[in-house]
């Protein structure tokens, strides 16, 4: 019967000469890998590393939970000599997982540069909201999982419907659509100052145009954007009786509130009281003109 140790190997990459310490993955391959680049990266290792110096332990390795293949590819984070591989998604999360265990901002950072992740300012929108709002939350990325929910807050329904093997948190969905209630409820009152407006100077087209501003309302609770609304705008800002002419200003009114609604959109929501470092935002009184 072969003994344990006798069905080690060892790792193609990271082979017996490449470093003074040893990892044993969970499907038993050898990874050797320099004890000073694991100090430098990792303040787990670091403090591993201590420790086992302090109790002149006569070897110096480590089995680990994660397998071979995630192994390989988490070393490539410690070592400036290799070059990180493409990865899949799969992979990505239990890298994910080793560097919130072994506490490696550098996975972190990796996967947020390919989410485009990038700063609380940034232009234009993430990659894979939904996917982002479950590994932000679930390994606590702030910024991640604020750039998932202001992404998510003006996304069409079927972006939040997209399927992701990842669950996310239910009380991060609750906090979601308590967001997504807060803006579709904006600019149910911005539509409403318009609505308001309208009377028999319209004409027989007063009706047309009231059935029109229904349309849209269900279009804004599916996608509460100033996207939709400047695509939708002909639907009902302009009077089509031959005249050509916005109805009571309704062109003027509607790009005043541009302004408004792309200060909101380029908000970052907050987040919700269980998550670390979260506070729960307070709904506005009211909204202004804008």
């Known amino acids: 019967m072969q003994s344990a140790q006798s069905t080690l190997r060892q790792s193609q990459n990271f082979p017996a000469n490449y470093g003074d310490f040893r990892f044993i993955s969970s499907d038993g391959v050898i990874f050797n890998f320099p004890r000073f680049l694991l100090s430098h990266v990792s303040p787990v290792f670091k403090d591993k590393l201590e420790r086992r110096n302090k109790n002149t332990s006569p070897e110096s390795e480590l089995r680990v939970t994660e397998d071979s293949f995630t192994l390989d590819q988490f070393l490539r ?165 031959g005249s050509g002419k916005s109805v009571l200003g309704s062109k003027e009114l509607f790009f005043s509130w541009r302004e408004g609604i792309m200060t909101e959109e380029a908000e970052l929501p907050g987040l919700p009281g269980y998550f670390k470092g979260g506070k729960s935002p307070t709904a506005p009184q009211s909204y202004g003109n804008n």
């Open 77 to 241: 984070f410690f070592d400036p000599n290799k070059k990180k591989l493409p990865l899949d998604m799969e992979t990505m999360v239990r890298l994910l997982e080793a560097a919130g265990k072994y506490r490696v901002e550098q996975v972190f950072e990796y996967w947020e540069e390919n989410m485009n992740i990038r700063h609380p300012q940034q232009v234009g929108s993430i990659q894979q909201p939904m996917l982002c709002l479950a590994l932000g939350s679930r390994f606590e990325r702030q910024l991640a999982t604020r750039l998932a929910l202001r992404d998510l807050v003006k996304a069409p329904t079927d972006v939040i419907q997209q399927s992701t093997w990842i669950q996310v948190d239910g009380r991060m969905m609750s906090h979601l659509m308590l967001l997504r209630r807060d803006r579709v409820e904006r600019m149910l009152l911005r539509l409403q100052e318009f609505q308001t407006g309208l009377n028999a100077e319209c004409g027989k087209k007063h009706q047309d145009i009231l059935k029109s501003i229904f349309t849209m309302l269900a279009q804004l609770v599916d996608e509460p954007s100033w996207s939709m609304l400047l695509r939708n705008q002909n639907l009902w800002a302009t009077c089509d009786c």
